[in-house]
């Protein structure tokens, strides 16, 4: 495994591979993190993951400083995984002040980025540049950042460009949390608690299931039980899983398949998770 840190020095190295599986992480790898980089073995025969935390994604409040930096650790886990490891300085990445970005879609205004604005603006111009310099044919990405994916796979589609994006399911831990770089935020206390937002959503996809459509109720139902349990929820939200628009209950097939979608903070740590919610699979049983 090689591990680069210069843009000239990576095209240089793919010069010659034809099937180059990218997965860009901004590293303190876990295993949801390792699953992708396993997936993208199945998507190329070269496969390259970049460690790099992205300063334009971070707004003046959040944890840019703080953010786990473990690049050591992180190429240990990824050896026998990836052939190559892209891990660039920032200014590397950004020689000089960046005045070019991508203008994501409206929806990066909603959701997380109603509360991160500017978020999907750095992520996506980000993952623009890192696309542009990998030039792989597939990228991966996991569903636990569902808004992210979908912007990216807005971008890639309304920008013609030639990578295919995968989307690689959510690693949880035994008892139900997503797994995330900021667990390790969490207390031994909130640790414990952290997995009732997800069962919180298993508890919004049992009632849809079960014939519940009024979706609004079903949100602030979710809201009021987290905030009695001490978080600060930032949104509970059902949407339509193509679009991410407003969950509407129609015939046609498009509204029959949902994302619960939810952020909230438990202490000093903000945690996002997802459920995905398919009536018609329901029906077909």
């Not at 495994?1 to 992480?25: G, H, K, N, W």
């Not at 998507?43 to 959040?62: K, R, W």
């Not at 438990?266 to 699979?281: K, S």
């Amino acid at each position: 495994m090689q591990i680069i840190s210069t843009i000239d020095e990576l095209r240089a190295r793919l010069a010659d591979e034809r099937a180059v599986a990218f997965v860009p992480t901004m590293g303190n790898l876990h295993e949801g993190h390792l699953n992708l980089v396993k997936l993208a073995r199945e998507h190329g025969d070269c496969v390259v993951a970049s460690i790099f935390v992205n300063p334009l994604q971070f707004g003046p409040s959040e944890d840019f400083d703080r953010y786990p930096r473990t690049l050591e650790a992180d190429c240990a886990k990824l050896q026998g995984l990836a052939d190559v490891v892209f891990a660039p300085a920032v200014n590397e990445m950004y020689p000089a002040q960046q005045t070019v970005f991508v203008e994501p879609p409206p929806i990066a205004d909603e959701l997380c980025g109603a509360s991160r604005p500017g978020h999907f603006r750095g992520m996506a111009t980000v993952v623009l540049k890192l696309l542009n310099i990998v030039q792989p044919q597939a990228a991966l990405f996991g569903k636990k950042d569902y808004q992210q994916l979908h912007i990216i796979r807005r971008m890639v589609s309304e920008l013609n460009l030639p990578v295919r994006i995968v989307g690689g399911e959510t690693v949880r831990a035994d008892d139900g949390l997503a797994l995330s770089s900021r667990n390790q935020y969490l207390s031994a206390g909130e640790r414990g608690e952290a997995v009732f937002l997800y069962r919180t959503l298993q508890g919004m996809k049992q009632a849809i299931l079960q014939g519940e459509r009024d979706f609004e109720r079903l949100q602030g139902r979710a809201v009021e039980a987290l905030a009695a349990r001490g978080w600060l929820p930032d949104y509970v939200a059902v949407r339509n899983r193509f679009d991410l628009q407003p969950a509407r209950h129609q015939g046609d097939l498009a509204q029959r398949e949902w994302v619960i979608l939810a952020a909230a903070r438990l202490g000093n740590t903000r945690l996002l998770d997802n459920i995905e919610v398919c009536l018609v699979d329901c029906l077909a049983d």
